[in-house]
């Protein structure tokens, strides 16, 4: 009786620690960790989002109708070219962007890491990305 006692606590104690590990308890202080290790400050992140909510909407858009060229049975050149153009000017502004609030990389660190791509997370998980 005892051992399965020991046992469930075990893996409710386990179930409980992956939930706050999930949930980045304990990751407080108002910062947000960008790809290349960089603290910045949950403030400038959010702010950073809010101008830039329409452009990065606008280059998801872009980069599914992208990702939908690819798949046809004949891709169009042409518009391939024409969406990786605005793709770079969209990710340009972006990074003018995040220079304007000290946000390298645009807080856009977690499974890209690098100033190109906008994907993964902050790295910490508290800047809604």
């Not at 409980?16 to 960089?38: D, F, I, K, R």
Request: with cysteine.
């Amino acid at each position: 009786m005892k051992k399965g006692m020991i046992a469930v606590v075990a893996v409710a104690g386990a179930l409980l620690a992956s939930t706050a590990v999930y949930a980045n308890w304990g990751w407080g202080g108002g910062c947000c960790t960008t790809g290349n290790s960089q603290t910045v400050s949950t403030q400038k992140v959010r702010s950073f989002q809010k101008d830039t909510a329409k452009v990065r909407e606008i280059l998801m858009e872009k980069r599914l109708d992208l990702q939908d060229e690819f798949t046809k049975d004949v891709p169009d050149g042409k518009r391939i070219a024409s969406l990786r153009k605005e793709i770079t000017d969209l990710q340009s502004q972006l990074q003018a962007a995040g220079d304007k609030y000290g946000v390298d990389n645009w807080a856009m660190g977690g499974g890209m890491g690098h100033r190109q791509q906008m994907a993964g997370g902050c790295g910490c998980g508290m800047c809604g990305w």
